[in-house]
Every structure is written in structure tokens, then in C-alpha cells.
């Protein structure tokens, strides 16, 4: 396994495809901002009949999960470099993921900031439509005022359907999603983590 850039397959110079990168055609999920790879590297591990695909800007964090795929063994992941919103634009076909994760995504503390939150309308709406019908859209974040506007934003996309049957309208943490340092500060911060689970209409 090795990393690819995110502008070569932009530009053509190399190909993507994912049932070439997997030798295999298994559901695919996409995660977004993969940071340290901790939660990729567990949730790869977990399920062995999914390919899991990383995008990421951040290169030491890429390095990172390579290591941690490379000690595991994983042969079900795929390290991307660079930015996911150009993948999705030019390369990732409409209806074509299993499922798009974003977990815990630049919080953008500062309002004259909230501009370059990557949970925005026409991010949610290109997201959405690279989803196959059913399948998730899954975020969390420690940010109470992003956690809000995740959730406004997808409930007004037409192809997304928010999965949560409780009275708040929050998906409850899935014990599936694992819980990293970083989860595990926010939470002895006194910060609530929301999960927000929607499915492609
Ligand atoms: C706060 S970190 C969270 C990392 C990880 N998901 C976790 O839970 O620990 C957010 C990550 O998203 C990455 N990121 C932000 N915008 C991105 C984009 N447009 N494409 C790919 N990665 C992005 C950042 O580089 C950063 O590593």
C-alpha cells in the first residue's frame, strides 16, 4: 500500500480506481480528514470485507497511518493526499460510495472562521450526491455550534435523511466508532461529542 495524490487523479495523470487499488470490488467507504489515523487504522482493521479509502492534507498524518496499516497488515485501506472536496468534484463518481465519514473536522472555532468549516451547503449537497441510496453519511464533531449547523445544513439537503430515532434528534455514539486521545480530552473538557448519522435518500 502507498499514498496517492489527490491532483494527479484530478488532472488524469493517474487513474482512480478503486477496484484496481484493491485488486477486489467490496463496499467502499470514504473517509474524510483522516488526521492520525487512529480511528481509520481500528475501523479498517474491524471490518476486513469493506475497502477504506483515507483523503487527508496533512502529511505527518498520513505517514502515521501508513505505519499503523503497514504494522496491522491492512491490505482494505487506501491513503489519499490532499483535498477531499477535489476528489469528490472530479474523480469520485456520482452513487458510487458505501458511505462518507468525517469525524471531528477542523472546528473553526472563531465565527469570522466559520466561512472555512468543511460541513457547508454545496459540500453537503456534492457529498451526498457521490453516496449510493442508503448509504451513510456519518460526522461527529465536539463542537456544539458545529454540531448544529451539521445538522442544519444536511437536514436541508433534499438527498439526505437523518437516521436518528431519539427524541433529540442525535444518533447516540456508536460503540463501533472508536474513542481516540483527542475524543477522550474533549469529553474531560467537559465537551459533549455529537454523532450525526444521515443516509443518502
Ligand atoms: C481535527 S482533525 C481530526 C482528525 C481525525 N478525523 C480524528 O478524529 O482524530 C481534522 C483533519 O481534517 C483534515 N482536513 C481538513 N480539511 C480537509 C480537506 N478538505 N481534505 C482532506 N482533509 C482535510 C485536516 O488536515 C485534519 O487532519
Given at each position: 500500500m502507498r499514498g496517492r495524490d489527490v491532483p494527479a487523479l484530478v488532472s488524469g495523470r493517474e487513474p482512480y480506481d478503486p477496484q484496481a487499488w484493491f485488486g477486489r470490488r467490496a463496499p467502499l467507504v470514504l473517509e474524510i480528514g483522516s488526521g492520525m489515523g487512529e480511528t481509520t487504522a481500528a475501523l479498517a482493521a474491524a471490518a476486513p470485507e469493506v475497502d477504506h479509502l483515507a483523503v487527508e492534507v496533512y502529511e505527518p498524518g498520513l505517514a502515521q497511518l501508513l505505519m499503523r496499516a503497514a504494522e496491522a497488515g491492512l491490505t482494505n485501506l487506501q491513503l489519499l493526499r490532499g483535498d477531499a472536496v477535489e476528489l469528490l468534484c472530479a474523480c469520485v463518481p456520482p452513487d458510487s460510495l458505501d458511505g462518507i465519514r468525517i469525524f471531528f473536522p477542523d472546528p473553526w472555532p472563531k465565527r469570522r472562521h466559520h466561512k472555512r468549516r468543511l460541513v457547508q451547503p454545496a459540500f453537503v449537497a456534492l457529498a451526498a450526491s457521490r453516496?449510493?441510496?442508503?448509504a451513510p453519511l456519518h460526522m461527529a464533531t465536539d463542537w456544539a455550534d458545529y454540531a448544529d449547523q451539521m445538522r442544519a445544513v444536511c437536514d436541508a439537503e433534499p438527498l439526505l435523511r437523518n437516521t436518528a430515532d431519539t427524541p433529540d434528534g442525535w444518533t447516540p455514539r456508536?460503540?463501533?466508532r472508536p474513542m481516540t486521545k483527542f475524543e477522550q480530552r474533549a469529553r474531560s473538557e467537559g465537551r459533549d461529542v455529537r454523532d450525526l448519522i444521515y443516509v443518502r435518500v
Open positions: 453516496l449510493r441510496p442508503g456508536p460503540g463501533w
